[in-house]
């Protein structure tokens, strides 16, 4: 397999990988409503109604990578709700460490890094846009 081909599978194995787990979190969300999140806004100072957002960051954006169709807006929206969840629900954790010794938001580390990766790098060939 050639390099170019490489890369390109090594974007649609990213893309559909964080995609698919990022949408299971919108599926959740979708089963079992806002409410935590109307929550946690609202301690903040927010309006409720962004939480809305989530579905955005965690159900559209995370199609749009899958299918490969304007992927870096749904890199780059997947992003923003990882700003926000790690604003809103996580920020206690950003100095702890798991059971494990390793980091305590290393998945949603690991979710923010890889959307920042595909909004620099773009879907690839193998996506309906083919950027």
């Not at 969300?29 to 929550?39: A, D, M, W």
């Not at 990578?65 to 780059?76: K, N, T, V």
């Amino acid at each position: 397999m050639n390099p170019a081909a490489q890369q390109d599978l090594g974007k649609l194995v990213l893309r559909v990988v964080l995609g698919a787990l990022i949408l299971l979190h919108g599926i959740a969300k979708i089963r079992s409503g806002l409410g935590p999140i109307e929550g946690m806004l609202q301690a903040h100072g927010l309006p409720h109604y962004l939480a809305y957002g989530a579905l955005v960051g965690e159900v559209l954006a995370p199609l749009l990578l899958i299918l490969g169709w304007y992927a870096r807006i749904g890199a780059a929206l997947v992003l923003v709700n990882m700003v926000f969840a790690f604003a809103l629900a996580h920020m206690g954790q950003v100095t702890q460490l798991n059971d494990q010794g390793g980091w305590a938001l290393e998945l949603q580390g690991m979710f923010l890094a890889s959307s920042l990766a595909l909004l620099l790098l773009g879907p690839g060939k193998y996506s309906v846009n083919q950027r």
